[in-house]
T-cell receptor, first 113, second 116 residues
Framework: RKEVEQDPGPFNVPEGATVAFNCTYS??????FFWYRQDCRKEPKLLMSVYSSGNEDGRFTAQLNRASQYISLLIRDSKLSDSATYLC??????????????FGKGTKLSVKP | DAGVIQSPRHEVTEMGQEVTLRCKPI?????LFWYRQTMMRGLELLIY????????DSGMPEDRFSAKMPNASFSTLKIQPSEPRDSAVYFC??????????????FGQGTRLTVV
């Protein structure tokens, strides 16, 4: 099983739609989780961190389910500019003291007019 | 701050040649990552340094790849000899690791490597 797995998509949705992505991670000791956004031919950039209590940033909501080892990203009222690849990230620990960042392969979102 | 700086931005080389990619992390960051991205395999971790020490190099494909971090402000990824299958975008990223938590990782703009 891969450390971080995502549905690659593509998700093709109309403007204004609500879309949700899920991501599973295999290491139950992972402590930190993030969603990154990557535009075509650009570097990944942080979209939001994922906290245990869930967090919201405007149209974006991230949730963490430790029991089932998955994180989710919900995008409401999607815009054309949301079209990108969304990368899920979990940390890999070494002896409980060193952190590494493991990325999923990404989920491609295409928002159409 | 200028962010993570990678050089060169583009590199085209012939098979068998040595390639050196460079990275300057954000000042004050104590963790540095090298990733490789292809359409087929996505973003793969090659090696991870913490406080200039390699912690995890399990992603380094083979002995042709080597990475160094001689100080907190500079890292190199070397491929010798290069092969066409090494063609990819290579990203360097840096972050601050505190105890059990990572802060946001910032990426450089990447080096697009083409081996012909």
């Amino acid at each position: 099983r891969k450390e971080v797995e995502q549905d690659p998509g593509p998700f093709n949705v109309p403007e204004g739609a609500t879309v949700a992505f899920n991501c599973t991670y295999s290491n139950s000791a992972s402590q930190s989780f993030f969603w990154y956004r990557q535009d075509c031919r650009k570097e990944p950039k942080l979209l939001m961190s994922v906290y245990s209590s869930g967090n919201e940033d405007g149209r974006f909501t991230a949730q963490l389910n430790r029991a089932s080892q998955y994180i989710s990203l919900l995008i409401r009222d999607s815009k054309l500019s949301d079209s990108a690849t969304y990368l899920c990230v979990a940390t890999r620990l070494y002896g409980g003291s060193q952190g590494n960042l493991i990325f999923g392969k990404g989920t491609k979102l295409s928002v159409k007019p | 701050d200028a962010g993570v700086i990678q050089s060169p931005r583009h590199e085209v080389t012939e098979m068998g040649q040595e390639v050196t990619l460079r990275c300057k992390p954000i000042s004050g960051h104590n963790s540095l990552f090298w990733y490789r991205q292809t359409m087929m395999r996505g973003l793969e971790l090659l090696i991870y340094f913490n406080n200039n020490v390699p912690i995890d190099d399990s992603g380094m494909p083979e002995d042709r790849f080597s990475a160094k971090m001689p100080n907190a402000s500079f890292s190199t990824l070397k491929i010798q000899p290069s092969e066409p299958r090494d063609s990819a975008v290579y990203f360097c990223a840096s972050t601050i690791f505190r105890g059990f938590e990572n802060t946001e990782a910032f990426f450089g703009q990447g080096t697009r490597l083409t081996v012909v």
